[in-house]
């Protein structure tokens, strides 16, 4: 079983940055391939942010070149870097945990871009 606890969601005005961050309960990243995804209200969720076991991105058009997907093997975290928020980045962010057919989710964390 593993355990993933997201933090660093909260307000943020247009512009601003913020850094998420998904703890996971043990050394797995050279296991699963890990993701962020988002959840707007009545939308469905949607991948983010992709890093896979050898160190691969891949990223939604939506926030390419603005989003930032890493990991830090020695904390067991994965981040997501947000930079030039925009109002339709709001959303409730999800931490993904993936191998083969076996998914671990986060309970998510809130970010809203308003002025």
């Known amino acids: 079983q593993v355990q993933l606890v997201e933090s660093g969601g909260g307000l943020v005005q247009p512009g601003g940055s913020l850094r998420l961050s998904c703890a996971a309960s043990?050394?797995?990243?050279?296991?699963?391939?890990m993701g962020w995804y988002r959840q707007a209200p009545g939308k469905q969720r949607e991948l983010v942010a992709r890093l896979t076991t050898l160190g691969m991105t891949n990223y939604a058009d939506s926030v390419k070149g603005r989003f930032t997907i890493s990991r830090d093997n020695a904390k067991n975290t994965v981040y997501l870097q947000m930079n030039s928020l925009k109002p339709e980045d709001t959303a409730v962010y999800y931490c993904k945990a993936a191998r083969a057919t076996v998914d671990y989710w986060g309970q998510g964390t809130q970010v809203t871009v308003s002025s």
């Open positions: 043990g050394n797995i990243f050279n296991l699963y391939a």
